[in-house]
């Protein structure tokens, strides 16, 4: 699997037929290329991996050794649904490893963002060596590569093809696969509909790789990275009430790192604020601003003051891009 070309007539995959015919043509290529040897697969719930998981399980069962790392910095809910949709269900061979403490016992203390996205990437790849390390018989190295990336690599945008940034005697043991490297992030989809995802899974948003990290500014503590997950949640939970979830690109919470006076059940509050972003985009070059209705603006304030500790004020920003980013850090 060492052409990495997308054929110029290949026919983008937008129907259930289409994305059955990929499917089995990328089960006969697994089977072809892997054999009855064993392949490991950094599981983050993703989209792209999420998906090269469901379909190496149909490939070769057991012999896909999935590592799911928990540090910390997820969603509410997410490892949780990790180990439900791939352990439980599709009865995958996976390892949950939990790095929550090792992961943000590292980031104690630390404000410079882009400190923040070395530390949290190295200890990933440390995490994940170290787990490999463990393992014997497993010769290929499963990843969710998606066309796009290569473009950006041959493009000198970003690296790709380095197996993930591992060790020299890691990375050296493996072969890669990568069964979804020649589709757009949109057929990535209707194939992961199509072997039996979730759709919260499938349609996840776009999410930086540092996590709730960048949307925790400042120096990270565990009280306030616990706030940002909590508003989070409800933000996800009204928009998809609302019928939001699937009409705006990318919404989430940020709590910065700094206080304000407010007042709570008579009693003076000093507290986070919590700000609420909700964009559009086409290209990601250029993000504007869903405009909420006033009443669900209100019903997300009492939400969030009433059911998140540590936050007395709850802010929208109207910000596009430029001049703003999409994320904060």
């Keep these: 699997m060492t052409d990495i070309r997308r054929p110029d007539d290949m026919v983008r995959i937008t129907t ?33 991996s999420s998906v090269v998981a469901a379909l190496l399980i149909k490939a070769i069962g057991q012999n896909l050794v999935c590592v799911h ?3 910390g910095l997820l969603r509410k809910g997410e490892p949780e649904q ?25 980031l104690a203390g630390v404000a410079d963002p882009e400190q ?62 990568e069964p979804v490297r020649i589709l757009f992030k949109d057929e990535v989809r209707v194939v992961g509909r199509l072997l039996g995802l979730p759709a919260n899974m499938v349609d996840r948003q776009p999410f930086p790789g540092p996590g709730l990290g960048v949307r925790c500014p400042g120096a990270i503590t565990r009280d306030r990275l616990e706030a940002v997950r909590e508003s989070d949640a409800i933000l996800r939970e009204e928009f998809e009430k609302n019928g939001l979830a699937g009409k705006v690109w990318q919404y989430f919470t940020v709590v910065p790192d700094f206080k304000s006076t407010g007042v709570k059940d008579g009693k003076r509050t ?60």
């Design 16 to 48: 259930p037929e289409l994305a059955q015919a990929f499917i089995d043509e990328q089960i006969s290529a697994i089977r072809a290329q892997v054999g009855d040897r064993k392949v490991l697969l950094a599981l983050s719930g993703g989209v792209d």
């Design 82 to 106: 990790v180990i439900q949709v791939f352990r439980d269900e599709m009865k995958a061979n996976l390892i949950y490893v939990d790095a929550v403490d090792r992961f943000l016992d590292k």
């Design 116 to 177: 923040k996205r070395h530390i949290i990437g190295e200890e990933f790849i440390d995490v994940f060596a170290e787990e490999a390390r463990k393992l014997e018989g497993v010769d290929f190295l499963a990843q969710g590569t998606i066309w796009p990336d290569i473009l950006e690599s041959e493009a000198g945008i970003k690296a790709h093809h380095n197996a993930g940034g591992l060790p020299e005697d890691i990375a050296s043991r493996f072969e890669l696969v």
């Design 270 to 329: 000093f507290d986070w604020p919590c700000i609420i972003r909700a964009i559009n985009t086409t290209d990601v070059m250029e993000v504007t601003v869903e405009h909420l209705p006033d009443e669900l603006i209100d019903h997300l304030v009492k939400r969030i003051i009433a059911e998140v500790p540590g936050i007395n004020r709850v802010l929208y920003d109207y910000t596009p891009k430029p001049p703003a980013t999409v994320e904060y850090e």
């Design 69 to 71: 790392v928990n540090h």
